[in-house]
């Protein structure tokens, strides 16, 4: 549905993109994940016409939006960066005015859409008594009136309360689900785009590191959380079955060595054995690694 090729930006001279390139499938939730200056936002800007890439193409639904922008972005809603209003006027009235600027105001469609996003107390209040989630909300309600089939979602749920994360988080997977809506979004909320994605693409300093499936994530290899003593003595009996000391207290071991023997060498050797745990290995644990060099298996 969305397919990114080569893209290129520089700023100034400084390298924003480098190279990237990654495919959202019809109907998937992608997410884009990496730290502030690592390209999220440019790429996000890129589709939507706003950044002129250097080098590199965006197609949405086939559509190139370097030689048919009018036409591809008609498929898309987004809310990018911080959504903007004018304060003084109520949030219908602000949704009349974005409305106008694309295919016109259809007031039964804004109903519609103001009562699916629980706006509709509020909805004929001035923005500026708006909270900042019901600002959210709004700003979602706009992203969602020209009935897109692409949402691009920059950094949704920033700044959100936990109940306000959780709520967006139900809303859009709902909305995938009933329309086979197709949304790419980028966060830095780890946990939630976990929840949410079916696959992700990590950034770093402008090149795409990593790219794979959410639910592939846990992989051959086991992981376990360990509480042993002496830790020293307990690192030479790891590498001597296989395993790997990822971090004090956690360890991998190779794709089917029962971690039975192991145990049973600890204890034989005099290390306290206090916890041997299996743990699920997480977009967290996939993110860290690669942030701090390490390689990742995808």
């Known amino acids: 549905m969305l397919i990114a090729t080569h893209l290129h930006k520089s700023f100034g001279?400084?390298?924003?993109?480098?190279d990237v390139s990654f495919e959202v499938k019809r109907g998937e939730i992608y997410g884009l994940l990496g730290h502030n200056g690592a390209g999220k936002s440019t790429s996000l800007g890129i589709i939507l016409g706003m950044v002129m890439p250097d080098s590199g193409d965006v197609s949405i639904d086939g559509l190139s939006i370097l030689s048919h922008r009018s036409q591809a972005l008609r498929k898309v809603g987004a809310i990018f960066e911080a959504p903007a209003f004018f304060d003084y006027l109520s949030g219908w009235e602000n949704l009349r005015i974005l409305m106008s600027y694309s295919?016109?105001?259809?007031?039964?469609a804004a109903r519609a859409v103001v009562d699916r996003v629980g706006l509709s107390k509020r909805i004929h209040s001035k923005v500026r008594t708006y909270s900042?989630?019901?600002r959210q909300r709004l700003a979602l309600a706009q992203a969602l009136l020209p009935e897109p089939e692409v949402l691009l979602l920059d950094?949704?749920?920033?700044g959100l309360d936990p109940e306000g994360i959780k709520w967006f988080r139900d809303f859009i997977l709902n909305l995938r689900d009933e329309r086979g809506l197709t949304v790419l979004f980028n966060s830095h909320l780890l946990a939630e785009v976990?929840?949410?994605c079916d696959r992700v693409a990590i950034l770093r300093e402008g090149k795409?590191?990593?790219?794979?499936?959410?639910?592939g994530l846990q992989d051959d290899t086991p992981m376990f959380e360990v509480d042993l003593e002496p830790w020293g003595m307990a690192c030479g009996l790891i590498h001597s079955a296989g395993g790997q000391v990822l971090a004090t207290g956690r360890i991998s071991l190779p794709a089917g060595v029962d971690p039975a023997p192991l145990i049973e060498a600890c204890v034989r050797s005099g290390v306290k054995?206090?916890?041997f745990a299996p743990i699920r290995r997480s977009l967290e644990d996939v993110y860290m690694e690669i942030l701090n060099g390490a390689p990742s298996p995808n």
């Not at 295919?103 to 039964?108: E, I, L, Q, S, V």
């Not at 950094?155 to 920033?158: A, K, L, M, N």
């Open 208 to 215: 795409r590191v990593f790219e794979g499936s959410v639910s």
């Open 13 to 18: 001279g400084k390298p924003a993109l480098h």
């Open 155 to 158: 950094e949704p749920t920033d």
């Open 103 to 108: 295919n016109g105001f259809d007031a039964k």
């Open 132 to 134: 900042h989630g019901m």
């Open 273 to 275: 054995v206090r916890a």
């Open 194 to 196: 976990e929840l949410m």
